[in-house]
């Protein structure tokens, strides 16, 4: 690893850090708070982070407002980047925002040219948390968070390896990638045809076919003047499908909130809290 920058904030200590990873055969970027301990023997439990379309590690960290709540908690946070980056890391041909580099929909890619790269899923679910866990003053103790995209992301790596995680919580979650522009589009270039394929990243699905181990505390908070609400996020489908199986989801709906870190900022202080109960437990 090597350190790209670091800033005490709230008397704990940001850092982000560059890497070659194995998964996705290239460097990548991480960004990693870090509370103040008392003791050197007391390793602290992780909240992972993970960001939208068009998203790196910075924005949560520069935007949320999380470290004061983190701080009081005793909660690390890592926050990956979004996909692979570099020059030999394929891209969307049309430069468009939604595919490609920024947008690694955290699942395993197929499809040439990236199958070579996009491996996102083992990333955030093996080869981080080992990384992490080997070079910091954290347990094995972790919970899965993120914003659209990577709401997708925390629902489907949560409910996959509910043994792994303590709680889910998510921001504007795209939750039924199989039905909305956003995921078709990256399924159908990520993973191909195959739609058995496709149901692997797809939260609601996962539900209705019944691939959940154990169920994990979900929190959803969902901004009402979300522009891409009804056409990208449809949390209907998700919450229809825990309710068909039995699994209560706290959902909230809040009048007037976007799909801004100005919604995120204003309540997550609350998904600290919502975290902290079962990592602290």
Not at 19 to 26: E, I, K, L, Y
Not at 74 to 92: C, L, N
Request: with cysteine; glycine share 8%.
């Amino acid at each position: 690893m090597e350190l790209i920058s670091e800033n005490k904030v709230f008397g704990g200590l940001h850092q982000r850090f560059k890497h070659q990873s194995a998964a996705n055969n290239c460097e990548m970027t991480f960004a990693i708070f870090l509370p103040k301990t008392d003791s050197k023997n007391n390793k602290l439990p992780v909240l992972y982070w993970l960001s939208g379309l068009t998203c790196t590690d910075e924005n949560f960290m520069q935007k949320a407002g999380v470290f004061k709540y983190a701080s009081e908690h005793g909660v690390a946070i890592v926050a990956p980047d979004t996909s692979p980056r570099g020059e030999d890391v394929a891209d969307d041909d049309n430069g468009s925002y939604d595919f490609g580099l920024g947008a690694g929909f955290y699942l395993n890619a197929t499809q040439a040219p990236y199958a070579a790269h996009y491996k996102m899923y083992d990333y955030i679910t093996i080869e981080l948390p080992k990384l992490i866990e080997s070079n910091f003053p954290v347990s094995n103790k972790k919970a899965i968070s993120g914003h659209s995209m990577g709401g997708h992301g925390a629902l489907t790596i949560g409910l996959k390896n509910s043994h792994q995680y303590a709680s889910i919580s998510a921001f504007a979650p795209i939750t039924n990638p199989m039905g909305c522009p956003w995921g078709v589009k990256a399924f159908k270039g990520y993973l191909g045809e195959d739609k058995s394929l496709w149901a692997q990243y797809d939260a609601t699905k996962l539900m209705l076919e019944h691939k959940i181990e154990r169920k994990i505390p979900i929190k959803i908070d969902q901004g009402g003047d979300d522009t891409f609400l009804t056409e990208q996020l449809k949390p209907d489908a998700l919450l229809n499908a825990a309710k068909a199986i039995g699994y209560d989801v706290d959902y909230q709906l809040h009048d007037g909130y976007d799909h801004s870190y100005f919604f995120i900022s204003s309540f997550i202080e609350q998904h600290i809290e919502f975290h902290a109960q079962y990592l602290n437990a």
